[in-house]
C-alpha cells in the first residue's frame, strides 16, 4: 500500500531568502519535506533561530511560527512505497537524532551559483538536503544533482502532484477544520450504528 509525503515551497521575507531569489529568479526559495498533510512533521535545514540568519542547520519547522504562517506557499503530494516512507523516515530520525552535528551549508548556495561542486561534511542547505532524502530512498531527480539542486527544480519532478498554493496559515486551517469535519462525521456514524443495533436489540 502506498504513502504519501509532501513537498512544501515557501517563500519567506528572510535576508537569505531573497538573496536566493534574486539568483534563481523564482518566488519560492524555500523547500521542506512533510509526512503529513497538515505539515506538523514539516522537516528541513534552515535556520535554527528565527532572529540569527547565520545559525542553521536541521530543524523541524512549525508552519504556525511567525517565520512561515504568512508565507506564500506551494504544497505537491508525492506518492512513495511502504518501503521508501521507511526509508526517508529513519533518516529524519537519524538527523533528528543528530541534528547537533549538522549545519547550513552557505558554501554550498555560492555552489549552485558557480556551477561548482562545493562538498562539505556534515552540511546541507534546502534543496540539497531534500534531493539528498529523494536519492536515498530512490525517488529519481531526472539527471538533477543533489548539490545543484534548487527549491523550484522540484515542480518539474512528473510524480509530484500540485495540492495547494497560497498561504501557510490558510492551508493548516483548512486542514484544522477538514479534521474537524471528519471527527463530527465519525462520531455521528458511530452514534448511529449505535442507535441502529441498539433498536435492533429491543426488537429482538
Known sequence: MNKTIYIVLTKT???????????????FN?????????LKEMYSFGRKNINNPWIGGFVHENPSS???RESNCVIFACPVTEHQYA?????????????NEYKYNFIGLFGVACRVKIKRERAFFCSQFIATLF?????????????????????????????????V????????????????????????????????????
Open 169 to 204: 496559515e490558510n492551508f493548516i486551517g483548512y486542514c484544522s477544520e477538514e479534521k474537524q469535519k471528519k471527527k463530527r462525521l465519525a462520531s455521528i456514524h458511530a452514534f448511529a450504528l449505535s442507535a441502529i443495533y441498539m433498536g435492533r436489540n429491543k426488537v429482538s
Open 30 to 38: 524555500h523547500v521542506s519535506i512533510s509526512f503529513d498533510a497538515e
Open 13 to 27: 521575507k528572510t535576508v537569505l531568502s531573497k538573496a536566493i531569489q534574486i539568483y534563481t529568479q523564482h518566488d
Open 135 to 167: 536519492e536515498e530512498a530512490d525517488l529519481p531527480l531526472y539527471g538533477k544533482c543533489p548539490y545543484f539542486m534548487k527549491p523550484y527544480d522540484f515542480v518539474h519532478l512528473p510524480y509530484l502532484t500540485f495540492v495547494y498554493k497560497g498561504k
Open 87 to 99: 526509508i526517508l523516515k529513519n533518516r529524519i530520525a537519524y538527523y533528528k537524532q543528530n541534528k
Open 66 to 68: 511567525t517565520l512561515l
